[in-house]
T-cell receptor, first 112, second 114 residues
């Protein structure tokens, strides 16, 4: 089955800095890669996703890149703000099964 | 995207008892996923529920402990049976309506077993 590794487990940055979270996956059939933000006590919320036919996608301060050859994808947050502090999860799934595999999560702390 | 109503939001239960968690989706979906999330941990898939067939359980999870019902395409229940303190966790349901959508989660059920 699919295996998703996520790094780092904790990331501490100063407000205004950039943050990068990286994930690798094992199943070359995976074609959908979402990122979720989970604030304390709340449900995971989709923030951005990318499909295997695209190399990069941006949405304001957030971007995701995908390298299918190397089987890794990354989340980039620019100009971080304290409200970006949360746990971020990456995931991978293949179109056939729809069953996602989640990474272990990255706790992002943005210091004012 | 789909909207999921999950209840109860929290409960405190005595060991040895059972709790049934419900998820109602505002649209028809083929697959519904049930997760457990320990504090500070990732999402662990318990099982995938399809309408009209038995749920598919992940390694480490069995039907006797976590029976699932899926009577139609908008509703599912997960029961946590014969609970012990180790079952204390957050349980979430999730759906992905179609290829153009991401996964949507219910608000979660925070279960404490005493």
């Amino acid at each position: 089955g699919e295996n998703v590794e996520q790094h780092p487990s904790t990331l501490s940055v100063q407000e205004g800095d950039s943050a990068v979270i990286k994930c690798t996956y094992s199943d070359s059939a995976s074609n959908y890669f979402p990122w979720y933000k989970q604030e304390l006590g709340k449900r995971p919320q989709l923030i951005i996703d990318i499909r295997s036919n695209v190399g990069e996608k941006k949405d304001q301060r957030i971007a995701v890149t995908l390298n299918k050859t190397a089987k890794h994808f990354s989340l980039h947050i620019t100009e971080t703000q304290p409200e970006d502090s949360a746990v971020y999860f990456c995931a991978a799934s293949s179109g056939g099964s729809y069953i996602p595999t989640f990474g272990r999560g990255t706790s992002l702390i943005v210091h004012p | 995207s789909a909207v999921i109503s999950q209840k109860p939001s929290r409960d405190i239960c005595q060991r040895g008892t059972s709790l049934t968690i419900q998820c109602q989706v505002d649209s028809q979906v083929t697959m519904m996923f049930w997760y457990r999330q320990q504090p500070g941990q990732s999402l662990t898939l318990i099982a995938t529920a399809n309408q009209g067939s038995e749920a598919t359980y992940e390694s480490g999870f069995v039907i006797d402990k976590f029976p699932i019902s899926r009577p139609n395409l908008t509703f599912s229940t997960l029961t946590v049976s014969n609970m012990s303190p180790e079952d204390s966790s957050i349980y979430l349901c999730s759906v992905r309506p179609d290829d153009s959508s991401g996964y949507t989660f219910g608000s979660g059920t925070r279960l404490t077993v005493v």
